[in-house]
């Protein structure tokens, strides 16, 4: 038995590294389409790197990402694609931990490909954190603290991401490391050397990074949106939400039930003489006005009727429906009353329902349909993570710094955003009929497409599809070494689920 079929047979035995069953099975036909759009997809990137070893090991990486390898380090993608050979692995592990190759117009390059599949005018960027547990205390970013992915206060990094949605899909579009206050203190100062962190980096909480993130996206022009969506640990900072204002776009987050506004706008006495004669240099909410109100209170003072049960998503297992009540109220800002905004109340059907709380700047003309429609727009996020961690290996890095981090998580939003792109292409194939049924001669409605895939004439789903498993055997490429230049066939085995 050959070497191929024996990789074959072992690796046909492996579950999904999504951990999810295929929802469809490709033909050889599909396969191959696979295979001539991802070396397209990789083209676009490759040119962006200036150096042909980059891209070597730019494919390798992809295909080692994108392949069923259960646990896809470094170490783990070489051995699988190129075999067992010290100083191989070593070189790819140089060229994610410390080549000085730079992320950012690849991350650029990625923007324009979402505009282009995804994007619609009406939009939304998610921001939201991650963490990543770790077992050391050398890895950048590293410290004590509360990581979601395991529910507690744990040793591990946190990274800030943002991800654009709309009605035909979602992808990851930017991405930045948390690096705690701790690690600027004179103590951290041998640990900020080792892992690489510029000298010029400074301390930025996690929503500065997520506007910083949303700047860039909103001056780049390259995504059509016009909201933005967090969660209450974003929604809670004034300068955060104020940013995205400042930006021309919707804000829509969601806030702690102990959050204080007005109901009507407070009047505000200007700089004077003070009651005990010193006089006051800032302005302050007279003392007459009303105290505000916290979010929960607002249960009590919602009469019954104005509560509106709306459908919010058609879920796997039926409609998402909730109860929302729409109020207009006045934000605190520095203890002065803010600008008027909407409170968008969301609570469960259940007997002892759960209740959330939201803020959005949309103006007064905005349908509340819109309000219903965007709340149920935090799963994309959830779920993106959740799959590049489990099918690409988003978590599965081992490098320690600063380099190696972003380059990691650079290319993880790359090797996802191949993956909605095969998911574009085979959810217009299946809506196209190019072969007679027997439901299509019964129904007689033949419906011609005006727009058919790039793949639309020369493949075709097969009446009797084999196992999802794709061979990709590309162009002999050189990889330099420490010790020695050696030319190995990049093979990789990529599955899609």
Known sequence: MSKKQIFFRRTSRRQPASGRKPTKRLSERDLAMSAEELQVFQEQFERLLAR??????????????????????????????????????????????QAAWDGKPLLGQAQRLVGEWLGEPDGVVIVDGSGFPKQGSHSVGVIRQYCGHVGKVTNCQEGVFVLYASRRGYAFLDQRLYLPGVWFTPAYRERRRICGIPDTQTFQTEPELGLEMLTQV??????????VTCDARYGEIPAFLDGIAALDKWFFAE??????????????????????????????VSLSAPHPYEMRELLTLIPRTQWRRKTIKEGSKGPLVAEFAFLRVTPIRDQLPGRRCWVILRRTLEDHPQVKFFLSNAPTTCPLQEFVRVSGLRWPIETGLKESKGAIGMDH???????????????????????????LLLQKKSRLD????????????????????????NYRISSTPKSCRLLFTPQTHTFSTCSASQTQKNVGAIYFS
């Open 434 to 457: 190019y072969c007679s049924s027997p439901s299509a001669d019964r129904t007689g409605d033949r419906r011609q497409a005006h727009t058919t895939p790039r793949y639309a004439g």
């Open 255 to 284: 806030v702690a039930a102990d959050t204080q506004v007005w109901l009507r706008t407070p009047p505000v006495e200007p700089p004077g003489q003070g009651p005990l004669g010193a006089p006051r240099t800032k302005p302050r």
């Open 52 to 97: 042909q070893e980059q891209r070597n090991w730019f494919r390798l990486y992809q295909c080692g990402q994108l392949s069923k390898l259960e646990r896809k380090t470094t170490e783990a993608m070489v051995l699988e694609l190129l075999g067992a050979d010290e100083s191989v692995i070593r070189t790819a592990q140089h060229f994610i931990g």
């Open 397 to 423: 890095y081992e490098t320690r710094t600063w380099l190696g981090w972003q380059h990691h998580m650079t290319l993880s939003i790359l090797a996802h955003l191949f993956l909605v792109r095969l998911q």
């Open 218 to 227: 909103a001056q780049g022009g390259l995504i059509p949106f016009r909201w």
